[in-house]
């Protein structure tokens, strides 16, 4: 196999011409290459009335990597598997991409290729689309043009054509420099064979979905682990053997556990009284504003009781000792995980950043309330390496149940019938203030509602119902049966029915 054909999934402009003992990639252009022919706005061409003539797009810094890493034979030793980084020491990115090469490479031509590579995908940022008329049939994709758009002159590498008479250019931004010649020092192999072998934490999160466009049914993993293996897979069984991949975490995720007790607190306001007190595994934390937190920034995940988790946002991060964080001004309860009475977290409580690095493991309808193995662990090792956690986990499908009623109100008539009204909730689509109702959600509205004895949390049922919509007339007669005469005080029950998941949270409320 050749070097180039090697290096294709890198996806680097150039090829190598020679790799030179001292460690220096020289780089060479086809010989036909055309470079940095110059075009105006008024050169292109218009594909349709009133068009624009040109689009430069920029890629957002968090979708390029913060590091690369590449695995080679080392030529070193007796050819062990090593491994070369390269890392940029700026940036908000948590993004790492890998790639394996199947050559025999010393470490300085290895760290050289890594060096490139990462700095070709920020200098490659920006995507250009522009037409140009057929005369310029000469040009072809590896050429190199000059663009000028408004103040700024952008060159420009091109890597599709279509043709149709005119010529559809897309291209992509190019530094030439990237790919010059410059010495390199030798940084030594990272043979990874000596990188250590332990398994890494797993957090399997049983949440709501985290975003509107985000599916009702997928469970969400995180994990991490020091060194970060690149990538970690996710892998799932109804037995101990014939996994299946569900899911790949290409970042390692930021964890810790609860070092005081977290009480009670407000849904949907902010609570300025509790703190909270965390010890990360791994990670850090920001504070960030108000207006950043009302958008969705800082929301993060706390293990209320085995596999039953609370959704929070913070405004306030204060480092108060090494990986030590004091949590403030919090948003508890969100994307309808808010409780009635909400438990007391203790400390040891597993906390999660719900940024990024947690991604969603795919699952169907089918899968919800079925107990299967699962196996974490780098996803260039085997399966049934050392490295490699096992542990096991049922998905009960958080999404799918309907939010808790809420604003449950009652009014009795003069002859003490009781009409009882209350507002329905969604998952999807509610922030929005124009709207008179939410969107339903559901295939049908209908709820559960019934009466009790007391308040009890034992309390005993002497009445339930369906309603088809959010009111309900518990006449004084009923309660004359119910009870043996009308009450001046009752206590009702009320959730709303999802077709396929069942009841829903329920509110509980005395009127």
């Known amino acids: 196999m050749s070097v180039r054909d090697a290096l294709q999934p890198l996806e680097l402009a150039y090829f190598f011409d020679s790799l030179e003992s001292e460690g220096r990639i020289v780089f060479r252009q086809r010989a036909n290459a055309r470079t940095d022919r110059a075009f105006t706005q008024s050169d292109l061409v218009e594909h349709r009335p009133a068009a624009t003539l040109s689009t430069i797009k920029r890629a957002q810094e968090t979708d390029l990597p913060a590091s690369a890493k590449i695995s080679y034979v080392s030529a070193a030793g007796a050819y062990p598997q ?42 490659a940022r920006e995507r250009a689309t522009f037409t140009l008329p057929p005369s310029q049939l000469a040009l072809e994709p590896g050429d190199t043009v000059m663009l000028s758009a408004g103040t700024r002159s952008y060159r420009l590498r091109i890597t599709e054509i279509g043709e149709h008479g005119a010529r559809d250019i897309q ?30 934490r797993v957090v399997l999160l049983d949440v709501p979905p985290l975003t509107d466009d985000a599916s009702d049914i997928a469970g969400y993993a995180a994990a991490t682990k020091k060194p970060w293996p690149g990538t970690i897979a996710v892998w799932r069984s109804p037995e101990t053997s014939g996994y299946q991949l569900k899911s790949l975490l290409p970042t390692p995720a930021t964890t810790g556990l609860t070092v005081n007790s977290l009480g009670a ?38 293990e209320q009781t085995p596999d039953v988790w609370e959704v929070f946002q913070f405004e306030s991060a204060t480092l108060v000792a090494p ?85 449950l109100r009652g009014h ?40 009790l004895a007391s308040s009890a949390a ?14 309900l007339v518990y006449p004084a007669s009923q309660q004359i049966t119910d009870f043996g005469d009308p ?8 959730a709303q029915i999802s077709r396929s998941a069942g009841l829903g949270a329920a509110t509980t409320v005395a009127l």
């Open 171 to 200: 291209a992509l931004s190019f530094d030439q420099d990237v790919y010059r010649p410059v010495p390199v020092t030798d940084r030594g192999a990272q043979l990874s064979v000596e990188l250590p072998s332990g398994p890494p």
């Open 323 to 407: 990986g030590r964080y004091e949590l403030q001004t919090l948003l508890r309860g969100q994307r309808g995980t808010d409780r009635a009475d909400f438990p007391v977290i203790h400390p040891g409580s597993r906390f999660v950043l719900l940024d990024a690095s947690v991604t969603a493991v795919d699952m169907s309808a089918d899968d919800i309330g079925i107990l299967y193995n699962w196996r974490v662990g780098p996803a260039a090792r085997d399966i049934g390496d050392a490295s490699y956690i096992g542990l096991s986990h049922t998905f009960k499908g958080t999404g799918l149940l309907p939010l808790r009623p809420v604003q």
């Open 487 to 494: 009450q001046s005080r009752i206590v009702v029950r009320i």
């Open 82 to 123: 090593a491994i070369a980084e390269a890392r940029r020491i700026s940036g908000g990115s948590q993004r790492v991409s890998s790639a394996a090469l199947p050559l025999v490479l010393d470490s300085v031509v290895a760290g050289a290729i890594v060096d490139t590579w990462l700095f070709e995908s920020w200098a």
């Open 265 to 302: 607190g407000p849904s949907w306001r902010f609570d300025h009284a509790n703190k909270l007190l965390v010890d990360l595994d791994a990670g850090t934390l920001a504070s960030s504003t108000r207006l950043q937190v009302l958008g969705g920034a800082n929301v993060a995940a706390l």
């Open 458 to 471: 034992n309390a005993n049922k002497v009445r339930s119902l369906t309603v088809p919509a959010s009111l």
């Open 412 to 451: 009795r008539n003069a002859v003490g019938d009781l009409t009882i009204s209350w507002l329905r909730r969604t998952r999807r689509h509610g922030d929005s203030w124009e709207p008179t109702d939410v969107p339903l959600g559901e295939e049908i509205e209908s709820y559960f509602v019934e009466i």
